[in-house]
Structure formats: structure tokens, C-alpha cells
């Protein structure tokens, strides 16, 4: 039997060997491998957690490896793949013989012999089952987790005495039945008062734009006065998100997993993420960094939604991050010559004050901004980044009239059922978002009439649209073209993709 644990680096990580040699000798316990402090460390509680478990220590000397030897070893959950591994070598000096089956084993030990839970566990585990490992001994809180991982057999281990019965009765492990695919089916998440659009007044393109959004994956901005309601709306959109398919589910599970943010109560996140970062945040904390590679707010947001509230007060560096990402949907961190490439399928939605006092554009408030602050303030988003915007809305607020009007159309279950039907089209004509369609996919999916083709030239003549832009537009309408059933991409719904794009955002806003 070999004994493996996980070390944690980046989206990958590395399985490593746990070798096990009892020598004649002063006794003393030594670890090689290049470990660092916390693995060290656990040769200590290791020695104390076996001999309060009733078990008896090895009088030899214990020499520990741990390999790969040029792989840097990182923290505590060695303690039970080195204790097991000991346990295991003074069993067989005695003469008990144990199957030829490798095993993973990850865990955290205390001094009096329990074990606690770790993070990491459905990445470690992923990683196994990739490698032909079948059969994992994990902490009992995270035993939950690891079985989302199909075709795993699994036992969650509570104490180390019952951890070292588990090598030797493989009746223990247990797996988990997988799920029925099914792809016609789309869920939402309960809608409670805080995820109710009928409570919004007034501001019905907000919310259709919004509805788009959902429906085809797209990219998203609201420009507008302070109060006027575009923060509010955007953070009610996670009732509008479909559920996770199965593959979706367990690559954000993984990634969530190597962040410690799994849950005992949903052991695989189904629910798509939906992340609003502050707007202090750093570099390291959008894309991620730090020694092993943590993930960051963008690889947390994959297939779901990055939400930048006040835009316009990140830091110019962290914005201008945002595009490749965006555009290839990964990110490679680089760290002490390894490399880890995250997946970072996420949605933008950014909401944005006009200009720095708010009023610019406004029908009701004077703006007291200089024509140069105002093309300072938005050249921190810069043209690239702006044009892989699909959805762009100019938010004023309502007037009294507007405020007491409210559409039945706008209600959230009246909403999802166009978003319900553009998704089953989508996962059944090309099994991504129209958001992510390639050039190819839009020449096969997103083909117009002559009509169509004219507007479009015209309103790229007109708009100073880019090619970016015009694809933009044509995967806009067929989104509107699913919402509605319509095999065939219409006029009106070229004309409602192209007023959604053509809010100006580079230097001065051009609003209408």
C-alpha cells in the first residue's frame, strides 16, 4: 500500500509521496523533502497524537520522506498521511500485511489524537482520481466534499484510531451515486424580498438590460447619477442566474475548495458565485497570487458574476487587468519559476457614476465638472476594456411620475421565463452563452438579412463601432432572438441590441 497526500499550488497542485524507513538508531524522527515550517512541525504533534490515540510510538529512528524531493511541502494537512504512514511501517515490521491499493490521505491532527478539517480536499482529491487513485481518507467535515468528486471511494476519518483502521478494511470506504444529467432542466434560487425587480420603479431599461444579461452571459455597465437605483438592481441580479450545470459546478467547487470557502452545507456550489469586491483591492486580490498561487476574485467568479460597484474607484491597474481574462476566460500566475493557470469564466457588471459629482447628464441636477476631470475620470477604464462591454445603460433618476410606475413585466419570475428559454437554446445549439461565442460561431448562429446587414453598417458608420462592437451587437440580438423562441435574428432585435451598445464611454460620454 502507498500512501499519498496533496500539496496545494495554484489550480493544479501535486500529489506527494509519504515514505515511511525504520532504521536502528538514537530514535529521533526526521523529515526530507524540502518541507517548510508547518510540515516540520507536525512531526511533533504526529509523535504526541499516536501515543494519545493508544498507539505505541516506534523506538527506532524514523526517517520521513516526502517526494518529490524539489517540490516544496506546505501546510498541516501532512500530519495524517505521515502519521498513518508510520503507523503503517511499524504494522508491517511486525508482520500485518496491507493491499496493494494506493490511498490519499489529508488531514490536520490535534495532540489528543483527533482530526480536523483542512481546505483543499475536493481539489486533492480531483487530482487523485485524474492519477488513478480511487480511495481517500479525508477528515470526517470534509468527507462530504470529497465524494462530489464521482467514482471516489471515500471515508471521513474522525479521530487517528479509526483513520489507521480504515488501511485494512475497504468496506469503510463509500462513494457517491452520480446525478442525472439533465439538460432541459433550468433551476433558479428561492426568490425572497431582497430578490424581488417589481420592487424597482422606473427604470425599465435597467432591468431589461439586466435580463439580457442573465440570458446570454453578457458583459454589463450602468452609468449613472448617485441614488438612482443601478446598484440596487444589479444586486438582486443573482435571481436571475441560472444554476450550475454538473461540469460547471465542479470546477467552481474546486477552486473553492483550494480557497476554503466550501461549506459542510453545500458541499458542491451549485449556486453560481456571485463576487462584489471592495474597491481598495489589489492587483493580487482580483487575479490572485500570493506563495502557492491563492485564487482571486475573478477565478472565485468563475462561471459566475465579478461586481464592481464604483467602478471607477479601483485602481486603474486592477481595471486594465480585467482584459485578457475577459477575453480568454483563464488566468496564468507565475510564482518562484512555477506556473498555475486558473479557469476565470466570469461575467462583468459594473456600475459607474458619470462623472465625479454624479450630475453629468442628468435632466434634474447640474453637473459642476470640468470637461478635463471628467476625461480623466473615465480614462481609467480606457477604450479596449470598454468595447468587450456588450450592455451599456444610462441610469437617470426617475421622476415622480416614474417612480410610483411599475411594470408586471418586471417582476423576477416574469423575468426568468425568457431567460429559462434563450439558456435551454443555448446549451442545446452550442453548450456555451451567446457571450462566448467564437467568430465562427457567430457566421454560423448569428446570421442577419440584407435589412440587417444595412443596419448594422449603418450604425457602425454612425457609432464609430469597432469589429469587436459589431460582433458584440450580433451576439446581443441572438440572445434577444432566444428569449423570444425566434430561430431567426430580426430588425428589432438588431435595433435593441445596437441601442444597448452605443452608450460612448471612452473620453466624454455621448448620451441621447
Not at 216 to 236: D, E, L, R
Not at 349 to 358: E, H, I, Q, R, T
Amino acid at each position: 500500500m502507498q500512501i499519498y497526500s496533496f500539496s496545494p499550488f495554484g489550480y493544479e497542485g501535486a500529489l506527494v509521496t509519504v515514505e515511511v524507513d525504520l532504521r536502528r538508531g538514537i530514535p529521533a524522527v526526521d523529515i526530507v523533502g524540502l518541507a517548510d515550517g508547518a510540515v516540520k512541525e507536525s512531526r511533533e504533534r504526529m509523535q504526541a497524537a499516536i501515543r494519545n490515540a493508544g498507539f505505541d510510538f516506534p523506538p527506532e529512528r524514523v526517517l520521513i520522506s516526502l517526494s518529490p524531493a524539489d517540490l516544496k511541502k506546505e501546510g498541516a494537512g501532512f500530519d495524517l498521511p505521515v502519521a498513518l504512514s508510520v503507523l503503517k511501517a511499524q504494522a508491517e515490521a511486525s508482520g500485518v500485511l496491507f493491499d496493494d491499493e494506493t490511498l490519499l490521505v489529508m488531514g490536520e491532527l490535534e495532540l489528543s489524537g483527533k482530526i480536523r478539517p483542512i481546505k483543499g480536499v475536493n481539489a486533492a482529491v480531483s487530482t487523485a482520481f485524474a492519477n488513478g487513485i480511487r480511495r481517500c481518507i479525508v477528515p470526517l467535515q470534509n468527507a462530504e466534499e470529497a465524494r462530489e468528486v464521482p467514482g471516489t471511494k471515500v471515508y471521513g476519518a474522525d479521530c487517528l484510531e479509526n483513520a489507521f483502521r480504515a488501511l485494512s478494511e475497504a468496506e469503510l470506504f463509500t462513494t457517491k451515486e452520480a446525478r442525472l444529467k439533465e439538460e432541459d432542466r433550468v433551476e433558479f434560487c428561492k426568490i425572497t424580498e431582497g430578490l424581488e425587480y417589481a420592487q424597482i420603479r422606473g427604470q425599465k431599461e435597467l432591468v431589461r438590460a439586466l435580463q439580457i444579461a442573465a440570458a446570454g452571459g453578457h458583459n454589463f455597465i450602468a452609468v449613472g447619477a448617485p441614488g438612482c437605483g443601478k446598484t440596487m438592481a444589479i444586486q438582486k441580479f443573482p435571481a436571475l442566474m441560472a444554476a450550475l450545470t454538473e461540469s460547471e459546478a465542479h470546477s467552481v467547487t474546486r477552486i473553492w475548495s483550494l480557497a476554503g470557502l466550501i461549506k459542510p452545507s453545500e458541499p458542491l456550489i451549485q449556486t453560481p458565485p456571485f463576487r462584489m469586491p471592495h474597491q481598495t483591492a489589489s492587483i493580487e486580490g482580483i487575479c490572485g497570487g500570493g506563495p502557492q498561487c491563492r485564487p482571486g476574485e475573478i477565478s472565485l467568479a468563475h462561471n459566475g458574476v465579478l461586481f464592481l460597484d464604483e467602478a471607477a474607484e479601483f485602481r486603474s491597474s486592477v481595471l486594465q487587468m480585467l482584459r485578457v481574462p475577459l477575453e480568454s476566460g483563464k488566468i496564468t500566475l507565475s510564482r518562484a519559476g512555477r506556473t498555475s493557470t486558473y479557469p476565470a469564466n466570469f461575467q462583468l457588471l459594473m456600475a459607474v457614476n458619470p462623472c465625479p459629482c454624479g450630475n453629468y447628464g442628468s435632466k434634474s441636477k447640474i453637473c459642476l465638472c470640468s470637461t478635463k476631470s471628467i476625461e480623466q475620470y473615465w480614462k481609467k477604464f480606457s477604450a479596449p476594456l470598454l468595447d468587450r462591454i456588450d450592455l451599456r445603460v444610462f441610469v437617470d433618476n426617475p421622476d415622480n411620475s416614474q417612480k410610483e410606475k411599475s411594470y408586471e413585466s418586471m417582476s423576477t419570475e416574469k423575468l426568468r421565463e425568457d431567460i429559462k428559454r434563450a439558456i435551454i437554446i443555448q446549451r442545446k445549439r452550442q453548450g456555451i452563452k451567446n457571450a462566448k461565442l467564437t467568430p465562427q460561431q457567430i457566421s454560423d448562429f448569428c446570421k442577419t438579412d440584407s435589412e440587417g446587414h444595412k443596419l448594422l453598417e449603418n450604425a457602425a458608420e454612425k457609432y464609430n463601432f469597432s469589429p469587436r462592437a459589431i460582433s458584440s451587437c450580433l451576439k446581443t440580438a441572438r440572445t434577444i432572438a432566444d428569449m423570444e423562441g425566434c430561430e431567426n435574428i430580426s430588425v428589432s432585435h438588431l435595433k435593441e441590441a445596437i441601442s444597448f451598445r452605443k452608450l460612448c464611454c471612452n473620453t466624454t460620454l455621448e448620451l441621447e
